[in-house]
């Protein structure tokens, strides 16, 4: 039985990630700032019969990073699998971009990942296998207007995904990227109400003419899909895949 770590794992699309790895018999920790985190480790132990810990860890705190790797690995034993999933969001154009928000969102987007990354890879490292996937976004690939830190965050995501990738071979680490598009999370449901203010739209107008202009497919990404290849990338199946960024984006990335 293997041990996964979710950063952002209590909400949104690490939670659907939780529940999938959980299925699976994978053990957890998972970590998010929602009050009732306590209460969600326990629901996915109860319903899947694996051992699940919560961590409030901060993502802005590397210290509170490393504690919370170092909690995983006593709780568990070892972290095989590492899912760097947390994420926040700030649209604006660049003039008037909070510099405030602009460091918090590289500091969770991006240097989260690297100091998870870190702290599980001794360990990783010295058993000759790990995997980390990052979560990334089809932003990692694609800019879109008005999301400066996001886009820069998610292209440096991809970075970091090769560079580990590449420094990971010889120990059987593999890092994976998922680049999803849209996907009906707390986070794109509070960026469709900014959009329809900002607009001066409805909410379904801000869906078809903002969120999902740029997808062929005019469908919100299914967290149940990333779930899955989420998975496959932890799997043995997966172990000659490294180093890639795969696009699940209805065809964003196509164009």
């Not at 058993?127 to 690939?141: E, P, T, V, Y």
């Amino acid at each position: 039985m293997k041990n996964v770590l979710i950063t952002g794992g209590t909400s949104g699309i690490g939670l659907g990630l939780a529940r999938a790895f959980a299925a699976q018999g994978y053990n957890l920790v998972v970590n998010g700032l929602e009050k009732n985190g306590e209460e969600i480790a326990d629901k996915l132990a109860q319903e899947h019969g694996v051992n699940v810990y919560f961590s409030p860890a901060n993502m802005l705190q590397p210290e509170q990073i490393r504690q919370m790797v170092q909690q995983a690995a006593q709780q568990l034993g070892q972290v095989d699998v590492l899912v760097n999933n947390a994420g926040i969001q700030h649209v604006a154009p660049v003039a008037e971009f909070p510099e405030e928000k602009w460091d918090a969102i590289l500091a969770v987007n991006l240097s989260s990942s690297f100091h998870t990354s870190k702290a599980v890879w001794q360990g990783m490292q010295e058993r000759r296998f790990g995997r980390i996937i990052n979560i990334a976004s089809a932003h990692a690939l694609r800019a879109s207007e008005f999301k400066a830190a996001y886009v820069a965050a998610k292209h440096g995501i991809a970075g970091l995904t090769k560079v580990l990738a590449l420094e990971g071979a010889p120990f059987n680490i593999t890092c994976n990227a998922i680049c999803p598009g849209y996907v009906k999370t707390p986070l794109v449901e509070a960026q469709i109400a900014d959009q329809a203010r900002a607009h001066a739209m409805s909410e379904d107008e801000v869906v078809e003419k903002v969120m999902l202009k740029k997808q062929p497919v005019k469908q919100f990404v299914d967290v149940e899909a990333i779930a899955q290849l989420a998975l496959f990338l932890a799997s043995d199946a997966a172990a000659q895949m490294t180093g890639a960024c795969l696009p699940i984006d209805g065809g964003w990335s196509a164009q």
